[in-house]
């Protein structure tokens, strides 16, 4: 391998929208993800709707359109 191109890989703390926050290694510091393993309905069994970013409302209101 070549010396000095590769990035330094560090500890990094990984923070969900749900408030859980776990440490693993990366190359950033700080991660910032909307749904992790606590709060995902295939791991919890509990079917919820996570709207990130109102993503679920523009999807509605484009095909609410298309749909007259």
Excluded: W
């Excluded at 859980?20 to 791991?43: D, L, M, R, W």
């Amino acid at each position: 391998m070549k010396e000095k191109i590769h990035p330094k890989y560090q500890k990094c703390i990984v923070t969900c929208a749900c408030g859980n926050q776990f440490e693993v290694e990366s190359t950033v510091a700080k991660v910032s993800v909307g749904i992790c393993s606590k709060c995902h309905p295939f791991y919890t069994g509990k079917q919820k709707l996570v709207d990130t970013e109102g993503r679920v409302d523009a999807f509605r209101r484009r095909y609410a359109k298309a749909g007259k």
